[in-house]
């Protein structure tokens, strides 16, 4: 395997005779559509709310002490 300069090009890539053919990488093969998420329920927006409250109040205390 012949080396080359870690920030040179790739070597070129040349096809095989009789070999099979490349693996098809994920930009050129379309896939399943990606489901739309979920919209939040009140109870993630509370628990989000608490949380932030907390770390707020942590930081206050924390600068304060």
Do not use: K, S
């Not at 300069?5 to 994920?26: E, I, K, M, T």
């Amino acid at each position: 395997m012949d080396e080359r300069l870690p920030d040179g090009p790739l070597p070129p890539v040349h096809p095989v005779p009789g070999a099979r053919p490349p693996q098809p990488d994920g930009d050129r093969v379309p896939g399943p559509p990606i489901p739309e998420r979920a919209p939040l329920t009140r109870r993630q927006y509370t628990y989000g709310l608490v949380i932030a409250v907390v770390v707020l109040g942590l930081f206050v205390v924390g600068v304060l002490r």
